[in-house]
């Protein structure tokens, strides 16, 4: 059915739709059945009309006779009538003159054979010649005056006439005899031949009835039969390969069969070659020890990696029971509580001590999934080693660095506030005295009270030394009392602005401050900005001797703000802004030694900025200098409950940069 | 002059118990005590005898030294507290230099009634040692 060198008729047959092979295979037998049917009725048709014409035959050969013995009766009668004169003779002459015509009549519509007719004709004028014949003799008997040879002539010649309708009536009677035969024999033939034509509408039926079933078995039944069996095969995950060229519906069902096959097949293929890549992939893996497990824990699969982990071949553990990797002190009862756990939340993890196959320790990262069927059924477990020794002891190192580190921190702090104490004690004997001695000076001399102002000034500037050091050691070692909080710094600008007006101003200098209220939210610790608002203010004032004013203001830098503090003194040199941020480091010392400071500020100022997640910084003007320190922004100042849109009015009053 | 108003010589009168480790600070508050015309000034160098002073004494107001050897002013706040009974307004000036703000908030919660960082400004602190003897005067007026 399926062979590709198909004879051309069945490939067409195979190829009409199931509706056309439907009524093909019906159609077929009954045509049959019908045209049987029709040479039936013709064969009986031509029987029964054999029949009517033997049965005329035999009408005529009685007709014929029967005129044949109505003349020889009446013959016979006259004689009779002449001889003696009685009527009674008469009666069959007048049958006859009265039966006659009639039968005449029913010959002449009875007889169809013409050579029948010819002596027909014949006999029509010699019965009509013999009854007037009869007539005449008659018509002279009834006068009387027969003259016995006239009669005796009369009836001769009635004789002769007769003898004469005899031979005619023989005539007819061999030649419907002949015709009679004839249709006897045809009557014959047609009923054989309507015999045969019944054997051969039987047999046509028969035939047509089993090629009907032939047809419908090539046409559906064998190839529906196929089309299940590769189904079946399918269902069997076979692969179909013949592909069926029937165009009809059973033939296109087959082709998507095949066609589903092969997409089935190709699907699987896929998944087996993933599966296979997968499995590869795994098996390759080296930093992660990938095994599976039975249920009851037994290593089922094992790859590259937990070999390296643990030291087994596949060959070595496969089958074996995964607690050969506990060591003994949780090998009782840690891995049959991971499997509980997996089994009971999907997945379980721990973190611990195992042994290798030559039974060293190793710190293991453990997972252990369950893994389970379609049905919900444990299939297994999946268990993924890493080895985490070496980061565990790093971490382990680090925990020890911090460790020493913090401790490290809290004897900086320590040692930082007993400096801070064990150097501001004697001080403040030094500071105390001399500030006695100094409320005191009318009662001393004049070198005396210089040597008491030198005493208090040095003291206090070793004060501030140790102020400004403690400070940067203290932000530094991580320990400084910073509040970092939401703050205005407008608020806090308006504030320094206030304390740095007087020294300022004692400088003979104009202060100014280049904004107009209004919130900037920032980031920070309000003492803390505003030493350092002081300290940049205080450097201006100090080190602006030929200008005119000092200028605070603030800019927006992008999530930063910018506090800067601007002069118009005689400014610093780019190459010795560098050094600007030195502890120590000030700048010129030769020519500013006049200038009290501890050198310290700058230095100071820019742990504090960066201690609050800022910076610091200095810029060069045309005419003096721009220091500026900058603090994050905040969203929303922590104290503006009415959450008003600060951030217009800051746009406002805060350019940017 | 009205007989509520506390004259300068009732303040200078009180009884004034310094404790410091450091003899020179003790020098520096007598010195500064005798110039403001205090007269009963009492002076402790060694802390472990500090607190018996102050049972002793039982001073007007105390000058007290944080960061001391052995006894440190934070258990002697304590031991302080401890003694005085409740309704008792006896002032404690904590003069250190421990500046940090951490030590200053515990002072302070250990029912200190000021503090001044070293070095400090003597005449400031003359000026709250004279406020502090003023409020406890008006607070033992209160109590009769």
């Known amino acids: 059915m399926y062979n590709p060198t198909i004879r051309a008729p069945a490939r067409f047959w195979a190829n009409r739709s199931l509706a056309i092979k439907g009524l093909v295979v019906i159609a077929l037998p009954l045509a049959v059945l019908l045209g049987s049917l029709l040479s039936l009725y013709l064969a009986s048709n031509a029987e029964a009309r054999a029949e009517d014409d033997v049965r005329r035959a035999f009408a005529i050969q009685r007709d014929t006779y029967q005129v044949h013995a109505l003349l020889a009766e009446a013959a016979a009668g006259v004689r009779g009538y002449v001889l003696t004169g009685d009527n009674r003779f008469l009666a069959p002459f007048r049958k006859a003159q009265r039966e006659v015509p009639s039968s005449m009549a029913r010959l002449d ?5 013409p050579i029948v007719r010819d002596h027909f004709e014949e006999l029509r004028v010699l019965e009509a010649e013999k009854r007037t014949g009869l007539q005449q003799i008659v018509d002279v008997a009834r006068v009387g005056n027969i003259a016995e040879a006239n009669v005796e002539d009369a009836l001769l010649a009635n004789k002769l006439a007769l003898d004469e309708v005899r031979v005619t009536i023989d005539d007819i009677q061999r030649r419907e005899a002949v015709v009679l035969d004839e249709r006897r024999t045809r009557v014959e033939e047609v009923r054989a031949g309507f015999l045969i034509l019944t054997a051969v509408s039987a047999l046509v039926g028969l035939l047509g009835s089993l090629s009907a079933v032939y047809l419908f078995s090539t046409g559906i039944v064998r190839r529906v039969r196929k089309l299940e069996g590769d189904a079946e095969a399918l269902a069997r995950g076979e692969r179909l390969t ?4 029937e165009a009809d519906e059973v033939g296109r069902l087959a082709q998507r069969l095949v066609r589903a096959s092969a997409l089935l097949h190709d699907r699987e293929d896929d998944l087996r070659a993933s599966e296979e890549r997968f499995r590869l992939v795994i098996e390759k893996v080296r930093d992660y020890g990938i095994f599976a497990l039975d249920p009851d824990g037994m290593v089922t699969s094992w790859n590259l990696g937990a070999e390296r982990i643990k030291g087994w071949r596949a060959e070595d553990i496969l089958g074996r029971h995964f607690s050969n990797f506990y060591p003994t002190e949780t090998r009782d009862h840690l891995p ?8 009971e939340n999907g997945s379980a993890e721990d973190e611990g001590w195992r042994i290798r196959k030559d039974g060293s320790r190793f710190w293991a990262n453990v997972v252990i999934t369950a893994l389970r069927d379609e049905q919900g059924k444990l299939r297994g477990f999946a268990k993924v080693t890493r080895d985490m020794t070496e980061r565990r002891r790093s971490e382990e190192a680090l925990k020890e660095a911090r460790k020493d580190a913090e401790a490290a921190s809290r004897a900086k702090s320590e040692f930082l506030s007993r400096t ?7 001080l403040n004997a030094i500071l105390g005295f001399g500030q006695l001695l100094e409320i005191d000076e009318d009662d001393f001399a004049r070198n005396h009270r210089e040597a008491i102002g030198q005493i208090t000034k040095a003291g206090r500037h070793l004060l501030s030394l140790i102020n400004d050091l403690l400070d940067i050691a203290s932000i530094e070692a991580g320990s400084s009392d910073l509040t970092i909080e939401t703050l205005d710094l407008g608020q806090l600008l308006e504030e320094a602005y206030s304390l740095g007006k007087p020294i300022v101003a004692s400088a003979n200098l104009n202060f100014e401050l280049e ?15 505003t030493q350092i608002i002081l300290n940049l203010i205080g450097n201006a004032a100090k080190y602006n001797r030929d200008g005119t004013f000092v200028r605070l203001g603030c800019r927006f830098d992008g999530a930063l703000v910018r506090v800067t503090v601007e002069d118009d003194g005689p400014g610093i040199a780019e190459a010795e802004a560098k050094r600007l941020f030195t502890p120590f480091d ?16 700058l230095a100071l100022s820019k742990s504090l900025a960066e201690s609050m997640d800022g910076g610091i910084g200095f810029e060069a003007l045309a005419k003096g200098s721009r220091f500026w320190f900058s603090l994050a922004r905040a969203a929303q100042p922590e104290n503006s409950p009415l959450g008003r849109n600060t951030n217009d009015v800051t746009e406002s009053s805060c350019p940017r940069t | 002059m009205p007989e509520n108003l506390i004259q300068p010589s009732e303040i200078l009168s009180r009884r004034v118990l310094a404790i410091d480790d450091e003899e020179a600070n003790l020098l520096l508050l007598r010195s500064l005590l005798e110039r403001e015309g205090y007269s009963d000034i009492h002076c402790v160098s060694d802390p472990a005898k500090a607190m018996q002073a102050y049972v002793d004494l039982e001073p007007d107001l105390v000058l007290l030294d944080l960061m001391m050897p052995e006894v440190d002013g934070f258990q002697l706040l304590e031991a302080f507290g401890r003694h005085d009974r409740a309704e008792e307004f006896r002032p404690v000036l904590v003069l250190t230099a421990d500046t940090t703000l951490q030590a200053r908030r515990r002072a302070l919660a250990l029912g200190a ?9 003597v005449i400031e602190v003359a000026l709250r040692i004279s406020n502090l003897l003023e409020t406890r005067i008006l607070y033992e007026r209160l109590r009769n």
């Open chain 1, 109 to 113: 519509e009875a007889i169809e054979d």
């Open chain 1, 242 to 245: 013949e592909m069926p060229e």
């Open chain 1, 336 to 343: 049959e509580e991971m499997l509980e756990r997996a089994r």
């Open chain 1, 420 to 426: 801070s104490h064990e150097l501001r004690t004697p």
């Open chain 1, 515 to 529: 904004r107009a209220g209004g919130n900037i939210p920032v980031r920070g610790d309000a003492r803390r900005v």
């Open chain 1, 586 to 601: 000030r700048l010129g010392q030769q020519d500013r030694a006049k200038i009290e400071g501890t050198g310290l500020g």
């Open chain 2, 113 to 121: 009634k000021d503090f001044v960082a070293k070095p400090f400004d």
